[in-house]
């Protein structure tokens, strides 16, 4: 592969861990695919508990996030395509898409291959998790330390810690000699 070829590849890698979680605003936004579309992705991208002859799935927003992509996949740069143009990716209509961007960012709690596990690997280094922490939250049913889910917790952004200009009163503390 070229340089650029390789740029062009990580970049499709980068993007599909950024978006992994674009389900949980989607699910939120009420995104509402219709019953048997929601039921084939719960299968597909869910974890599925099982407790007490109950079943149920955990981390829906998994879900959601292969129905969001496929919606917003239009709007995306060139990453729909056949043959290497996608690459490290399968194209979407590609007899196995295993491996295409949708499911390497919707499987992250479900990996099965390896870019796939990239992005959940991902997922678990920029949640802070150890291998063991992140299967106990990957087992577990979903909730918050304070008893709330996914739909009220608050959701934090990296972008909202950034400030152009600082004020006087927000500008980091100085050394002795006005050294950061």
């Known amino acids: 592969m070229t340089p650029q070829e390789l740029l062009a590849a990580s970049s499709r ?18 995104l509402d695919p219709g019953n048997e579309l929601l039921e084939a992705n719960l299968h597909q991208y869910a974890r599925r508990q099982q407790k007490g002859g109950r079943q149920w799935f955990t981390h829906r927003h998994s879900a959601y996030t292969a ?15 056949t043959g290497d143009d996608v690459a490290p990716f399968a194209a979407w209509d590609a007899p196995d898409v295993d491996d295409s961007l949708i499911n390497a960012a919707a499987r992250h709690h479900k990996p099965e291959t390896a870019l796939q596990w990239l ?24 909730g918050t330390a304070t ?33 950061p």
């Open 119 to 142: 992005i959940a690997t991902a997922d678990r280094v920029a949640s802070g998790f150890e291998r063991e922490t992140f299967d106990r939250y990957n087992d577990a049913e979903e």
């Open 147 to 179: 008893g709330g889910d996914h739909f009220s917790s608050r959701q934090l952004t990296l972008f909202e810690q950034i400030r152009l200009d600082e004020s006087p009163t927000k500008q980091a503390p100085r050394g002795p000699e006005g050294d």
């Open 67 to 81: 129905m969001a992509i496929d919606l917003l996949e239009r709007h995306f740069p060139r990453l729909k395509g």
């Open 13 to 30: 890698i980068a993007l599909s861990g950024l978006i992994h979680d674009i389900g949980k605003f989607a699910e939120r936004a009420g």
